[in-house]
Structure formats: structure tokens, C-alpha cells
């Protein structure tokens, strides 16, 4: 079992950054490989970005490659999710999520329970 906790998130201005932080907790959770998702309203949960236990990162498209960065912090079981430039449609739940391999946050077996990120205008 691993324990995932979200914290970083708030209400910023368009163009603004924001830093997310996720810290697993449980059983070796550095074996696992960590992601981001977000679920906007009304939308479906949409992957964002993982990486793996060696810091293998792979990032849903290349736009958001250049406005978010993901990093880990084995000694600390933290991954963070430095989002710089947000936008309004940015503006969405995120959640953090744990899988032994990449492939395998296609279905994350566990999840956070999410922080709020807001973008106003």
C-alpha cells in the first residue's frame, strides 16, 4: 500500500507559477513510478506527466513539457510538479499517482486525493 498526499495547490493569475508537491508514504513506494494527472470540470482525468524511480520522465504533450517540470526527491519520497506559465485552462484538480512502471499509470494503482488549481484572469 502507498500513501500519496498532495499539497501546493491554490488560485494564481494567468501567467503566474504554482509548485505541487506529492509525498508517498507506505511500502518502498521509491520503487514506484510517480505521475501527475488533472481533471478540469466537466472533463475527463487527463494524464500530465510521470517519472520513474531512476527520474525517467515522460510528459503528455510538448507544450505542457515547456511550462511544466517534473522532478523527485528519493530521499524524501517527494515528486513535485513545477508548473510556471499557467494558463486558464489550466484551472483543474490534480491528482498524484503511483504505478510500478510508466506504462502502468495508464491505471494507477493508487492515487491522491487531489489539490485545486485555480487560474483567473
Known amino acids: 500500500q502507498v500513501r500519496l498526499v498532495e499539497s501546493g495547490g491554490g488560485s494564481v493569475q494567468a501567467g503566474g507559477s504554482l509548485r505541487l508537491s506529492c509525498e508517498a508514504s507506505g511500502r518502498t513506494p521509491s520503487r514506484y513510478t510517480l505521475g501527475w494527472f488533472r481533471q478540469a470540470p466537466g472533463k475527463e482525468r487527463q494524464f500530465v506527466v510521470g517519472?520513474?524511480?531512476?527520474?525517467?520522465?515522460?510528459y503528455y504533450s510538448d507544450s505542457l513539457k515547456g511550462r511544466f517540470t517534473i522532478s523527485r526527491d528519493s530521499t524524501k519520497n517527494t515528486v513535485y510538479l513545477q508548473m510556471n506559465n499557467l494558463q486558464l485552462d489550466d484551472t483543474a484538480v490534480y491528482y498524484c499517482a503511483a504505478a510500478l512502471t510508466m506504462q502502468g499509470l495508464r491505471q494507477p494503482q493508487f492515487w491522491g486525493q487531489g489539490a485545486q488549481v485555480t487560474v483567473s484572469s
Open positions: 517519472i520513474t524511480s531512476t527520474g525517467g520522465t515522460h
